[in-house]
C-alpha cells in the first residue's frame, strides 16, 4: 500500500521534470516546479505516517513536510512569479535545442542513470535501484534544463529541480535523513534563491532583459 | 459491445457535466448526447450533389470500425464474447480504417475547410501512433505474455491484477492518457465543441454532413474514447478486474472509468488548445514516456 503510493509518486515526479523540459513559458515553469514539490512533501508525507504507524512514535520527517509545502510550494513559487512579473516580459524562443530534441536527450538521459545505478554495487534491493534511478534522472534532468535555457529564471527553475531531485535520492533511500541535514539543505536553498533572485533584477535592470546571452558583452 | 455502445454516450456528458462544475456552472444534463443523437436521427440528410458514394459511405464505415474495435476489447472478463483470439494491434487498425474512410470524406465535397480538417486529422494519427503502439508493444512484450492477442494478455492481467501500480503501468498509463486525448479529438490537441476555423479539426471534417450521418459519426466517436478508456482501465489498472460476479465487476469498471473521465475532464479545464505546430512537442512527451516505459519493461524484473 505505502509502497504503491510511493511509486506512484516517484514516477509522477519524473513525469513532471519531463513536463518542466516540454514547456515553453515561464509561468509554466513555475507552475510545473510548485507540482513537482507538491508531489515531493506527500512523499515525506506518506514516509512519515509510516514510519509513525510503524514504530508508534513522533516522527521528524512530518516537519520536512511543513517545511517543503511552505517554502518549496507556497513561498519560492509565489517568489518567482512575483520576479518574473517584474521584469520585462517578451516573447523571445527560450530554449538552445528544440523541444522535441531535448525530450529524446532527457530519455537518454535516463537510461545513461539506469546504466550508472546498475553498475552501483552494493544496492541489493531492487525497488531503491528503482527510485534512485528516477531521482538521479532528476537531477540530470534539472542540469540538462539549466544548460538549455537562455533566460536567467529557466535557470533558477533547473536548480531548484535539481534539489528536488537529491532530496527525493535522500527520502527514498535513507526514510528521512537526520533533521539537520535537512534544515541545512533548506537554508543552503533559501539563500541561493534569494542570491539568484537578486541578481536577475541585477542583469535586468543592466541589460533590459534577463537574456543571458546578453551577458557576453561584459567584456573589460 | 452492446455495453460499450449504450453507455459510451454517458461519458461524454459526464466531461461536460465536470467541466461546467469546475467553471461553477449548472451544465447541460449528463444525458445530453444521448438526446441529441436521438434528435439528429429524427433529422432529414442533407447532401451534396457533387459527392461520391464514399460521402454516403464513410459514416456507416466510421460508426461499424469502432463498434468491431469494441467487440476486440472485452468489458468484464466474464463477458469476453468473441474477443477470444483478437489482436490489440487489430482495434490500432480498425480505428486507422474509420479514419481513413472519414478522411477521403472530408476531401469528397471538395469544400475548404474539409480537406483541411482531414489533413490536421492524418496528421494528428501519424503523430501519436508511434505512442499507441509502442504502449501495445509494451503490453505484449511482458515475457510471461509475449503476444499481443487479447485473450492471453486478460489471462495475464487477471492472474496478477494485486500488481496494479507497477512502474510500467504508471508510465504506460501516462502516455496512454495522452493518446487517448489525441485520438478522441480532446482540448489540449483538438475542441470538440467551438467551430471555429483555426481550432477545428475533427469537425472540419465533418461539417458537411447532416442528421443521421452526423448521428453516427459522432456515436462512432464516443465508442472511440470509450473503448481508449476501457483499454487504460482494464489493461494498464486492472484492479478488481479479477472479480467474481458479473455485477461487481461490471461497478468496479464504471468506478474506473468515471476516475479516468474526471481525470481528462480536469485536464481539460487546466489547458488551452496547442497550436497545431505545438503538436510534435505533445506527441513526442507521449512517445518518450512510452519508450521508458517500454525499457522499463527489460530492466526490471
Known amino acids: 500500500m505505502y509502497n504503491n503510493a510511493l511509486n506512484l509518486l516517484a514516477i509522477l515526479i519524473l513525469i513532471s521534470s519531463f513536463r518542466l523540459v516540454a514547456n515553453k513559458r515561464q509561468n509554466g515553469y513555475i507552475t510545473t516546479f510548485r507540482l513537482q514539490s507538491l508531489l515531493l512533501a506527500l512523499i515525506s508525507l506518506i514516509i512519515s505516517v509510516k514510519s509513525m504507524v510503524e514504530t508508534k512514535k513522533f516522527d521528524e520527517v512530518i516537519i520536512i513536510f511543513v517545511l517543503i509545502v511552505v517554502f518549496k510550494v507556497i513561498v519560492i513559487p509565489m517568489a518567482l512569479r512575483k520576479t518574473s512579473d517584474k521584469v520585462e516580459y517578451k516573447v523571445e524562443k527560450d530554449f538552445f535545442i528544440n523541444i522535441p530534441i531535448s525530450m529524446l536527450l532527457c530519455c537518454g538521459l535516463v537510461v545513461l542513470c539506469w546504466y550508472v545505478v546498475h553498475h552501483v554495487e552494493g544496492i541489493t534491493n531492487p525497488t531503491t535501484e528503482n527510485y534512485l534511478v528516477y531521482s538521479l534522472s532528476v537531477v540530470m534532468i534539472g542540469l540538462f534544463f539549466m544548460i538549455s535555457r537562455k533566460k536567467a529564471l529557466g535557470q533558477i527553475i533547473g536548480f531548484l529541480v535539481i534539489e528536488n531531485g537529491l532530496f527525493l535520492a535522500a527520502m527514498m533511500t535513507t526514510d528521512g535523513m537526520p533533521m539537520i541535514v535537512e534544515l541545512g539543505l533548506f537554508f543552503d536553498l533559501l539563500t541561493a534563491f534569494l542570491i539568484m533572485g537578486i541578481f536577475v533584477f541585477k542583469i535586468n535592470s543592466t541589460f533590459d532583459s534577463i537574456d543571458v546571452n546578453k551577458l557576453k558583452h561584459l567584456k573589460g | ?301
Not at chain 2, 447532401?47 to 459511405?57: A, F
Open chain 2, 1 to 301: 459491445m452492446f455495453f460499450i455502445l449504450l453507455i459510451s454516450p454517458l461519458f461524454t456528458g459526464v466531461i461536460r457535466k465536470i467541466k461546467s462544475k469546475i467553471q461553477h456552472k449548472i451544465g447541460a444534463s449528463v444525458f445530453q448526447p444521448y438526446y441529441d443523437l436521438i434528435k439528429l436521427l429524427k433529422k432529414d440528410l442533407v447532401v451534396s450533389n457533387t459527392s461520391s458514394w464514399i460521402y454516403n459511405v464513410a459514416p456507416y464505415v466510421y460508426f461499424i470500425t469502432s463498434l468491431a474495435a469494441a467487440m476486440c476489447l472485452p468489458v468484464v472478463y466474464q463477458l469476453r464474447g468473441f474477443s477470444l483470439y483478437t489482436d490489440l494491434l487489430v482495434i490500432v487498425y480498425f480505428f486507422v480504417a474509420g479514419r481513413i474512410f472519414m478522411a477521403l470524406a472530408g476531401l469528397d465535397t471538395g469544400s475548404t475547410f474539409g480537406g483541411m480538417g482531414s489533413s490536421r486529422e492524418l496528421l494528428i494519427s501519424a503523430l501519436v501512433e508511434p505512442a499507441l503502439f509502442l504502449i501495445i508493444i509494451t503490453v505484449g512484450a511482458n515475457p510471461e505474455i509475449a503476444s499481443t492477442s487479447v485473450f492471453s494478455i486478460y489471462d495475464y492481467v487477471v492472474e496478477n491484477s494485486s500488481n496494479t501500480f507497477s512502474t510500467i503501468n504508471i508510465l504506460l498509463f501516462a502516455a496512454m492518457l495522452m493518446v487517448m486525448i489525441a485520438e478522441s479529438s480532446r482540448i489540449p490537441v483538438d475542441d470538440p465543441s467551438t467551430h471555429l476555423e483555426l481550432t477545428m479539426v475533427h469537425e472540419a471534417m465533418t461539417l458537411e454532413y447532416s442528421g443521421r450521418h452526423l448521428a453516427f459519426i459522432e456515436m462512432g466517436t464516443y465508442i472511440k474514447q470509450l473503448v481508449f478508456m476501457t483499454f487504460m482501465a482494464n489493461i494498464l489498472i486492472p484492479l478488481g478486474l479479477n472479480a467474481e460476479s458479473l455485477i461487481v465487476g461490471l461497478g468496479i469498471y464504471l468506478l474506473k472509468i468515471v476516475v479516468i473521465t474526471i481525470l481528462v475532464g480536469v485536464i481539460e479545464i487546466n489547458t488551452v488548445k496547442f497550436r497545431l505546430f505545438s503538436l510534435p512537442n505533445y506527441a513526442v512527451i507521449a512517445l518518450i514516456i512510452a519508450v521508458l516505459g517500454f525499457l522499463t519493461r527489460f530492466v526490471l524484473r
